[in-house]
C-alpha cells in the first residue's frame, strides 16, 4: 500500500460494493407466500441436496459477487410462485373460502337469493349442520381435481344435503342425478341399492360430470346451467343467441327460470359461507378432518349387526350409507361401507372377534309370475313381511325373473351372487288388467252414474270417451269403457302341475261318467213314461210323437256333400 493512500479506502470501495450486491438480490418469494416449513428447507436444502454421480457438477461461479447474484436473480424470477398461506385453516369453511375462484355474479337475483337465505337462519343451520358428514370428502376431492371450492356448495343448491332427497322428477341424491344421467356415470339402481344416494360414488360422478361441462363450454357459470337444465338445451341456447348476433355469456342466454336462479342461488349461498357475520348467519363448527372411514367388506353381513358392532345407531349408519335399501349389505354389490371414524376401528376389532352367521337376509330369483301369497308361502315368510322387506303394493303381481329379500333357510343359505346384487330387479304387473269394453246407456243415465254402474271413475270415463263428466246420454247410446280382467296365472311349479295331473283327470273322468249314467237313467225312466202314455191314449197320439222327433232331427241336421 502507497503510504499516501488512506486506509479507509479500500474498506469504502469494499462497502459500496457490497451495498449494491445487497440493492441487486431480491427474494425468489415475499415472506408471506413461504410456510415455516419451506424456509427451513430452502435454508438446509444446500447441505442436504446431493450431487447426483451422473450428472456433471456446474462450472465454478465468477468471483464478483454482483455477477453471481445477477445470474441468480435471472433464473428465480422467470415465473411467479405460487401463494401459499402462512396457517392451516382452522375449519372446513375457512379451507373452502380460500378455494374459491370462480368470478362472482351480480345483481338483483344474488340479492334476492341473499335475502332469502338471510331470513331463514334455521333453514341454514339445519342444512349446514347435515353437510358435517360429507363435506370434508367432497373438499378432499375438488382439491384432488383442483376444481373451483364453489362445487362445495353445489349439494346446498340441489338436496340442502339430504342424500335421501327426491325430487318430482325423479332425481334422487346429495348430487341430484336423474335416472338416465346416472346411469351414463356407472350410477347402479336396482332392487337392493341406489348410488345416485351413495356419498362416494355420486360425488365422483357429479365431479366428472361437473369437469366434462367445464370442458365443453369453456365458463364455469355455463357449466352449472347445464349440470341443472341439460347440456344439449345449453348449447341450443347458445347456439340462438350466436345465429342472432347476441352476446352467449350465462346472464344472456334465454334459459328457464329455474336455471336462471340457480346460479344467483349458489352465489349467494357462497356470499354467506364468506361473510356469515354479514348476513347474520351461524355456521356449526365443522373440523378439518376427516368425518368417516371407509371398511371393506368380503361377506354379506346384516345392518343391524354391522351398527351393533360399531356402536352406531341404524340411523346414523344409513345416513353415511343411503344408498343401501334394504336390511343387508351385500358384499359383492357393496364391497365398502362408511363408518365415522373412530367407530371403523372398533367395528373392524368386533367383527375379527365375531362368533356366528353375519347376514339373515338373501336375495331369492323369482321362477315364475306369482302372487305375494304364493311367493311367500314359497320362501316360509308370512306374506305381510315379504310385501314390507320388498315394497310390494296391494293387488300386484310379481313378475318372473324378480329378485327378492327373503330370509336364509335351507338351499337359500348363501351370499348374494354378483350378478344378482348388481342387476337385481323388482318386476311388478297388476292382478287385473282392463280391457276396451262397449256399454250401452239406460234411460236417464248421464256418465257419472254408468260409470259408478261399472265401478270406474267418473273422470276416467270421460277421458275415454271425450265426454264431459255429468254428460247426459241418450238411451242405447254406446260409452267406451276400460273394465278390469282377471289375470289367469300360470302355475309356478311345473312338477307339481304334472302331479296333479292325474287326480284331475280322474275326477274329470268320473263327472263325465256321472253325467253319462244321470243322462242314461233319465231316456230309461222318459221311456217307461212314454209307453204308459201310449197305453192310456191310444196308438195314434203314440205314432205321431216320434215322427215329430224325425222331423227335428231332420232340420237340424247337416246337408249332405255333393259328390
Not at 396457517?87 to 372446513?92: F, L, Q
Not at 358384499?331 to 367407530?343: E, K, R, Y
Request: positive net charge; charged residues 20%; proline residues 8%.
Amino acid at each position: 500500500m502507497h503510504p499516501g493512500t488512506p486506509r479507509s479506502a479500500p474498506l469504502a470501495t469494499l462497502a459500496f460494493t457490497l451495498l449494491l450486491a445487497g440493492c441487486a438480490s431480491v427474494p425468489s418469494a415475499p415472506p408471506s407466500a413461504a410456510t415455516p416449513v419451506e424456509a427451513a428447507q430452502a435454508n438446509t436444502a444446500p447441505a442436504q441436496r446431493p450431487v447426483s454421480p451422473s450428472r456433471t457438477p456446474p462450472p465454478p461461479v465468477a468471483s464478483d459477487a454482483t455477477q453471481a447474484t445477477l445470474s441468480a436473480i435471472g433464473v428465480e424470477t422467470a415465473s411467479a410462485p405460487p401463494v401459499v398461506f402462512l396457517s392451516a385453516p382452522a375449519d372446513i369453511w375457512e379451507r373452502i373460502r380460500r378455494g374459491f375462484v370462480i368470478p362472482d355474479l351480480e345483481g338483483d337475483l344474488v340479492h334476492n337469493q341473499e335475502q332469502w337465505y338471510a331470513t331463514r337462519p334455521d333453514y341454514i343451520e339445519r342444512m349446514t349442520a347435515r353437510s358435517e358428514r360429507y363435506l370434508f370428502h367432497i373438499v378432499e376431492e375438488i382439491e384432488r381435481r383442483n376444481m373451483p371450492m364453489e362445487l362445495a356448495l353445489l349439494p346446498f343448491i340441489e338436496s340442502a344435503f339430504n342424500p335421501q332427497a327426491v325430487s318430482s322428477a325423479r332425481a334422487a341424491g346429495m348430487w341430484q342425478f336423474m335416472p338416465a344421467t346416472g346411469q351414463s356415470f356407472d350410477l347402479k339402481q336396482n332392487a337392493f341399492r341406489d348410488d345416485r344416494r351413495d356419498v362416494l360414488a355420486s360425488t365422483r360422478a357429479a365431479l366428472d360430470y361437473l369437469q366434462q361441462l367445464h370442458n365443453r363450454f369453456g365458463d364455469w357459470h355455463l357449466a352449472l346451467a347445464a349440470y341443472n337444465w341439460g347440456q344439449g338445451n345449453v348449447n341450443r341456447a347458445i347456439t340462438r343467441n350466436q345465429r342472432a348476433g347476441l352476446p352467449t355469456a350465462y346472464t344472456d342466454l334465454t334459459m328457464p327460470l329455474e336455471t336462471r336462479m340457480y346460479v344467483p342461488k349458489l352465489q349467494a349461498v357462497k356470499n354467506i359461507v364468506a361473510r356469515p357475520e354479514a348476513f347474520r348467519a351461524q355456521l356449526p363448527d365443522i373440523g378439518n378432518r376427516p368425518f368417516f372411514d371407509t371398511v371393506t367388506l368380503e361377506r354379506d353381513i346384516d345392518v343391524a349387526l354391522i351398527a351393533n358392532l360399531a356402536d352406531v345407531s341404524e340411523k346414523d349408519f344409513r345416513a353415511l350409507n343411503p344408498s343401501i335399501r334394504q336390511p343387508v349389505v351385500m358384499a359383492s354389490g357393496t364391497s365398502h361401507i362408511l363408518l365415522p371414524w373412530d367407530n371403523a376401528v372398533t367395528f373392524q376389532d368386533r367383527l375379527a372377534a365375531h362368533k356366528g352367521p353375519l347376514a339373515s337376509w338373501t336375495a331369492w330369483v323369482v321362477p315364475a309370475t306369482m302372487t305375494a301369497a304364493q311367493a311367500a308361502d314359497r320362501v316360509g315368510m308370512s306374506e305381510s313381511e315379504l310385501r314390507s322387506v320388498n315394497h310390494i303394493p296391494p293387488r300386484m303381481l310379481v313378475r318372473a325373473g324378480s329378485s327378492l329379500l327373503v330370509h336364509r333357510s335351507g338351499p337359500r343359505d348363501a351370499d348374494v351372487p354378483e350378478h344378482v346384487a348388481d342387476n337385481g330387479q323388482l318386476s311388478l304387473q297388476p292382478e287385473t288388467i282392463l280391457k276396451r269394453s262397449t256399454v250401452r246407456a239406460r234411460k236417464g243415465d248421464n256418465l257419472a252414474r254408468l260409470a259408478s254402474r261399472y265401478g270406474v271413475s267418473a273422470a276416467s270415463a270421460a277421458g275415454w270417451n271425450k265426454l264431459a263428466v255429468n254428460a247426459r246420454l241418450k238411451p242405447g247410446q254406446r260409452v267406451t269403457l276400460m273394465l278390469p280382467q282377471r289375470v289367469t296365472l300360470a302355475r309356478a311349479e311345473p312338477a307339481a302341475r304334472s302331479k296333479d295331473k292325474a287326480p284331475r283327470q280322474e275326477a274329470r273322468q268320473s263327472t263325465r261318467k256321472g253325467q253319462k249314467a244321470t243322462s242314461t237313467a233319465r231316456n230309461k225312466s222318459g221311456a217307461k213314461a212314454t209307453a204308459a202314455k201310449a197305453g192310456k191314449t191310444g196308438a195314434g197320439q203314440v205314432a205321431k210323437r216320434p215322427k215329430a222327433r224325425e222331423t227335428k232331427v231332420a232340420l237340424n241336421a247337416k246337408p249332405a256333400k255333393k259328390p
